[in-house]
């Protein structure tokens, strides 16, 4: 019966850290990016990435409520994509 | 046994997952074109958040069987809820996203031809407005 959390824990950090370098990367898009449509991919992009990295950060920390805070910013997001999407359209709600 | 084969099989996993992400992040970064950063930026986060929280299923599952601890029953199935939540959010706001910028006016990178064009809906009523003013100016 091995400890599974002291064996994987140096693989989820290491994860955590590419998460991290994927919303960096994601950050330029958001800077840089040439029309309004290009900056909300990367929010979306950034979004999925923070909801797996919170997950992640939950099984490190042993707490899970980290694990549910990533599921009402799953759903939160999702609205906020929804409502600019909306905006973008130029349009009747 | 079974543990040492997860501390096997939860890595490969989420070695999987996570070349998925950072080829999504990759693509948003190298792609010329709204629609095919979308392409990228949405499905490959998708696919890899699948593997890195299936992964993360199997570790809690693990945890609830083998050592009897009910964080670990909770960790499994609060992922699983979030998995769905990104399962069912995702590809639809990846969708909202694309209607919007081909009805804000983005064009497809080298695009010549658009088949959508005068067939998207939300254009409709002010195309037809546009004609009734038109109409209205002609008979003045």
């Known amino acids: 019966m091995i400890d599974l959390l002291v064996e ?15 919303i960096t990367i994601a950050m330029y898009r958001v800077i ?59 349009g009747r709600f | 046994m079974i543990g040492e084969m997860l501390a096997v ?48 299923i199997i570790y809690g599952l693990y945890r609830w069987v083998a050592d009897s601890d009910v964080n670990g029953s909770v960790i499994a199935f609060h992922t699983g809820i979030a998995l769905v939540a990104i399962l069912l959010t995702n590809p639809t706001g990846a969708h909202a996203i694309a209607r919007a910028a081909h009805r804000s006016g983005v064009k497809p990178f080298g695009a010549v031809v658009d088949d959508l064009q005068g067939k998207d809906t939300a254009v409709e009523p002010k195309a037809a407005k546009k004609k009734t003013v038109g109409k209205k100016e002609a008979k003045k």
């Open chain 1, 8 to 22: 994987l824990s140096a693989e989820f950090w290491i994860v955590l850290v590419i998460l991290l370098v994927g």
């Open chain 1, 32 to 90: 840089r990016g040439p029309t309004a449509p290009d900056r909300i991919v990367g929010l979306d992009v950034i979004n999925t990435l923070v909801i797996v990295s919170m997950v992640i950060f939950g099984v490190i920390q042993d707490k899970f409520i980290y694990i549910d805070v990533a599921i009402v910013y799953a759903v939160l997001s999702f609205i906020s994509t929804l409502y600019v999407a909306k905006y973008l359209e130029g």
């Open chain 2, 9 to 56: 099989l939860l890595p490969i996993l989420l070695i999987i997952g996570i070349i998925f992400m950072l080829l999504g992040s990759l693509g948003l970064l190298r792609f010329p074109d709204v629609y095919t950063r979308l392409h990228a930026g949405t499905k490959c986060t998708t696919f890899g958040s699948i593997f890195i929280c299936v992964s993360i």
